[in-house]
């Protein structure tokens, strides 16, 4: 299948929109998702949309609060960002000691989305999430093999007390996407759609998880792991909250997404 790359870094775009990063065109299509559409087991439909092939790092929002001071540290409304917004920041627009090319962490839903809708973007759904984060390196659904989930729960495993590594620096997916996996959790633009209902004090081995009080997925199924510990996660949050290992990239509809004439 061919992979569209469409890349803006560096160009000054007009309107007070910021330079965008590279983009992958994603063909979308039928979803064996954990979230069924319709409550049970029908396939989620994923319409074509493109997609950042990595997280935004420090350096570039850095450059976002320079242009938009109004997500600096010291401006953001207490409404949108929590005390801990971008708390290992030396300064207003300095991100100190931590790696430029490193995903930026402890950013609001709300920062986050001011961030892509500055490049004519948004937070990615969560079934587009879900489909680009199913490929592994030559596959378009590696849900089904036990070594990737292996993988991938390894890294859930793992106590969190440094500082994320840089983007980019593991082999993309079959998408031509990077660190889907293994290296920040991510924010969704429909975070507040999911839910957990279920009493977590109960024993019952069927306990359930709802999704937008109509989908239900049994929580005793390991190939839904990786996936429903994102979903708990983000179920948890609420939009001004922040973490030190939750971080986004942006997404588009494929009708606002400029693609480049097929190479030969």
């Known amino acids: 299948m061919k992979r569209h790359l469409i890349t803006f870094a560096c160009a000054a775009l007009l309107g007070g929109v910021a330079a965008a990063g590279e983009y992958v ?6 979803l064996r998702s954990v979230m069924p559409a319709d ?20 350096a570039e ?36 000691a931590l790696a430029p090319d490193a995903p930026v962490t402890n950013v609001s839903w709300h920062a986050a989305n001011a961030f892509c809708a500055s490049e004519g973007a948004r937070l990615p759904r969560w079934h587009e999430w879900e489909y680009a984060a199913a490929a592994d390196a ?11 989930l292996e993988h991938i729960l390894n890294w859930y495993a793992h106590p969190a007390s440094t500082p994320p590594s840089r983007v980019r620096a593991n082999a993309p997916n ?21 839910f957990v209902s279920a009493d977590s004090r109960s024993q019952d081995p069927r306990k359930q998880l709802d999704y937008c009080g109509g989908a ?3 929580l005793g199924d390991r190939r839904n792991y990786a996936v429903l510990m994102r979903i708990a996660l983000l179920a948890a949050m609420e939009g001004a909250q ?21 190479s030969p």
């Open 25 to 30: 065109a994603l063909p979308g299509g039928a």
């Open 39 to 58: 409550g049970k087991d029908a396939p989620a439909i994923v319409a074509p949309f493109s997609m950042r092939s990595a997280q935004v790092s420090n």
């Open 61 to 96: 929002f850095r450059q976002f609060v320079l242009a938009h001071p109004e997500w600096q540290r010291v401006q953001a409304p207490a409404v949108l960002a929590a005390p801990t917004y971008l708390a290992a920041w030396r300064g207003a627009a300095d991100h100190g």
């Open 138 to 148: 030559t596959r378009a659904d590696a849900r089904d093999d036990p070594q990737w």
């Open 174 to 194: 079959f998408y031509g996407l990077y660190d889907m996996h293994g290296l920040v959790w991510e924010w969704v633009e429909d975070y507040s759609a999911l």
């Open 216 to 218: 239900a997925l049994s």
């Open 242 to 262: 922040d973490g030190g290992y939750l971080g986004f990239r942006c997404a588009r509809d494929a009708a606002n997404t400029p693609h480049p004439k097929d």
